[in-house]
Every structure is written in structure tokens, then in C-alpha cells.
């Protein structure tokens, strides 16, 4: 297919814990970066718990000469510390946040001085102005603790009409689950770009642990066909490699603005599917 010069690709990796780690990402980065992204975010732990590893992972990106673009949630936290993270990405000229709700480490029982998505958004926007573009997620499949879809697309626009600039939704399968959400939000007077999440599928039990933990469907044919292929790591593969590449050109072709691949720190599986899209 031709892929449009307005369609846009990013990664997503998660901060390196060893120097193994980091050593490893340092490659993948380097390969995926010959893509000439648009940017790469990093993630950031529950209540934060990454935060040291996650800013040094962005500012080594940023120094590379594509942008950077830290998650950063809000739950469990306070306005100082936020205040200070934003201060710190200020200094390094980091100009793009991922901003989430974040999940309640485990253990603690208060949310904190923050308890949704929007409120750190605008937070960020009476702290900052325009100094960040902000990307918030989307959930086309309905966020997993929202108590129906129609409350969980009204948290969606509470994001928007708080200064969000752009979102990316969880990964997905099923296309039509897609479609409808932006539709909805075109309805809704929603415009900025939603921005489909890719999860290349490597293994079925990593993917059916991650879809359990983060409510995106498996639909029940291609869940079948992934444990029909049993131990045969192969198989799965070449399956996967197929049905998300199809799933991708589906998206572009219907006006998605771009792609954010779901890496895992891996360049193997993305570099795969945008060869496919690019036959």
C-alpha cells in the first residue's frame, strides 16, 4: 500500500531495568529509529515507580534527535511531584507527555491528590500552557473498570475538553470496534487524532495475560487459531504477523492517522509488519 506522508508511526518502549536491558534497547532503538518515527514514548510505573529510569530513558532518546515522549500518571502522586517532573522534562526540552490515570500500586489505598486522567490534564495545561503536546489514551473497547461504554466515552471527552492534543487507544483486533469510536467522536465534536495502538502478537500466553490485565478482546476465531498452534512459536508468529499487518493497512486505508506500536523492546516484530505495509 502507499503509506500517506500525514500518516505518522511511534513506539512505545518501557524503561530498561538491568544494563542488559538497556544495552539491548540502545539497538532496537537505533533500528527503529532509522524509520525516522515520530516520536518513541516510555513508560512509567505505577505510582511512578519507574520514574528515575523513565526520565533517563527519554532524555537519552531526545538526545538522539527524535522526540521523546514520557507517559507520566497521575494516581497515587501529588501536585508537587508532578510539578516537578514537569519542570524537569521542561528543562530537557521534552515537548510531548503521555498523559494517564495510572494504576494504584499495590498496597495503597489513597488515590492521591489526583484521581482521574483530565484533572492531571488540566493540571499540566495551568502549569505549562502549550509548553506540552499532551496524548491521552483512548479505549475503543471500553476501559476495563468503566461501568458502561457511555461513561467510559464521557471520561474520554473530560480528557479532550481538558487540553488534550491527541490520543492513542489500546491495542485491539477488531477493527469495527475502531471505527465506531471515532465516529462517536466525530459526532461528539471530537477532532483530534486517535491514534490506533498496534500490539504485534510474538507468543499467546504474553498476549492473553496483557488483554486480561487490560480489557482489549481476543475474538474467540483468532483465539482459537493462536492456541490451536500449541508450542509452535513459529506458527504463532507468521499467524500473527499476518492478521496484525492486514488489521494495520485496514486502519490506514480508512484514514487512521497514523500507528503507535506496542514494542515490548523488541524491533523484529514492528519492523515486520511496516515491511508489509510498505509491499
Given at each position: ?176 470496534a475502531y471505527f465506531y469510536f471515532v465516529d462517536n467522536c466525530e459526532k461528539n465534536g471530537?477532532?483530534?487524532?486517535i491514534v490506533p495502538g498496534i500490539m504485534p502478537i510474538t507468543q499467546y500466553s504474553q ?20 492456541e490451536g498452534f500449541g508450542d509452535d512459536r513459529a506458527a504463532i508468529q507468521a499467524f ?40
Amino acid at each position: 500500500m502507499q503509506i500517506q506522508p500525514s500518516q505518522l508511526f511511534s513506539f512505545e518502549f518501557y524503561p530498561p531495568k538491568t544494563e542488559e536491558g538497556a544495552a539491548s534497547l540502545q539497538v532496537v532503538h537505533s533500528k527503529l529509529a532509522a524509520l525516522n518515527p515520530d516520536f518513541f514514548s516510555v513508560t512509567f510505573g505505577a505510582g511512578g515507580s519507574t520514574r528515575d529510569k523513565t526520565f533517563d530513558t527519554v532524555v537519552d532518546i531526545q538526545s538522539k534527535g527524535i522526540a521523546a515522549a514520557p507517559h507520566l500518571s497521575c494516581v497515587a502522586s501529588t501536585k508537587a511531584n508532578i510539578r516537578s517532573i514537569l519542570k524537569d522534562y521542561q528543562e530537557h526540552n521534552i515537548g510531548k507527555i503521555v498523559a494517564l490515570r495510572g494504576d494504584l500500586p499495590s498496597g495503597m489505598m489513597s488515590a492521591g491528590e489526583f484521581r482521574y486522567a483530565n484533572e492531571l490534564v488540566e493540571f499540566i495545561r495551568h502549569e505549562t500552557d502549550d509548553c506540552f503536546q499532551i496524548h491521552v489514551a483512548a479505549y475503543p473497547e471500553v476501559h476495563p473498570q468503566s461501568t458502561s461504554a457511555v461513561e467510559d466515552f464521557k471520561n474520554f471527552k473530560r480528557k479532550v475538553d481538558a487540553g488534550a492534543n491527541a490520543a492513542i487507544t489500546q491495542y485491539f483486533y477488531n477493527a469495527e470496534a475502531y471505527f465506531y469510536f471515532v465516529d462517536n467522536c466525530e459526532k461528539n465534536g471530537i477532532t483530534i487524532p486517535i491514534v490506533p495502538g498496534i500490539m504485534p502478537i510474538t507468543q499467546y500466553s504474553q498476549l492473553f495475560r496483557f488483554s486480561e490485565m487490560c480489557g482489549a478482546d481476543i475474538p474467540r476465531w483468532m483465539r482459537k487459531r493462536l492456541e490451536g498452534f500449541g508450542d509452535d512459536r513459529a506458527a504463532i508468529q507468521a499467524f500473527g504477523l499476518d492478521l496484525v499487518s492486514n488489521l494495520c493497512q485496514r486502519l490506514l486505508d480508512a484514514g487512521a492517522p497514523g500507528l503507535h506500536f506496542y514494542t515490548m523492546n523488541q524491533s523484529a516484530p514492528t519492523l515486520a509488519i511496516l515491511e508489509n505495509l510498505r509491499k
